[in-house]
């Protein structure tokens, strides 16, 4: 089946560092577009990144990502954490291919220290 | 601007009881609408999406059923609880086009079965 995978449960980096959260994937959907989601706590997940588009950097409030389809892969990345970045991260696919689905990885929170 | 309300905002429930959550959207005609289920430190499931009014598809079945009664209108709901129903239960909606599919979430309802 579709699977999202997000290999760190919990990250720990420092302010001012930068930070990588990594997210691979597994699908048979042949149109598909990847997000970052991002859900800090007691809230509802909010969008922070979309891309469809292979090899095509996408960025927003500092962070970025690049879709490699040749490596299956999505990360994440920022050039130095803040603190308010400390939030639970999420990778998802949805298909494009009219069926509505959307798979989610596991997660991966960050914790940004002083 | 679009708003997406759900309720209640939290409910405490006997085993064996029926439920019934709600959300609703505003300021958007015809969206796409979904249920997610989020176990306590666990990942979004998708559990239901719906792209009109009085049809909705089941993604995964977890003795839940879900309905559109009206176009800005989701339901959620089962006729007997389980233990393993608790959790945070968030409604999405996304454009009614295949390529703005960025779900927004609602502010989710948290369940908590005893």
């Known amino acids: 089946g579709d699977s999202v995978t997000q290999t760190e449960g919990l990250v720990t980096v420092t302010e001012g560092l930068p930070v990588k959260l990594n997210c691979t994937y597994q699908t048979t959907y042949l149109t598909i577009a990847f997000f970052w989601y991002v859900q800090y706590l007691n809230e509802a997940p909010q969008v922070l990144l979309k891309?469809?588009?292979?090899?095509k950097r996408t960025e927003h409030q500092g962070f970025h990502a690049t879709l490699h389809k040749s490596s299956s892969s999505f990360h994440l990345q920022k050039s130095s954490a803040q603190l308010s970045d400390s939030a639970l991260y999420y990778c998802a696919l949805s298909d494009r291919t009219g069926n509505y689905k959307y798979v989610f990885g596991a997660g991966t929170r960050l914790k940004v220290i002083a | 601007a679009q708003t997406i309300h759900q309720w209640p905002v939290a409910e405490i429930k006997a085993v064996g009881s029926p439920l019934s959550l709600g959300c609703t959207i505003k300021g958007k005609s015809s969206p796409n609408l979904y249920w997610y289920w989020q176990a306590t430190g666990g990942t979004l499931q998708q559990l239901f999406y719906s792209i009109t009014v009085g049809q909705v598809e089941s993604v995964v079945q977890l003795n839940l059923s879900a309905s559109r009664p009206k176009d800005d209108q989701f339901i959620l709901s089962t006729e007997k609880l389980l233990l393993s129903h608790s959790g945070f239960y968030l409604c999405a909606w996304s454009p009614d086009w295949s390529n703005q599919d960025t779900q927004y979430f609602g502010p989710g309802t948290r369940l908590l079965v005893l």
């Open positions: 891309s469809s588009t292979d090899n």
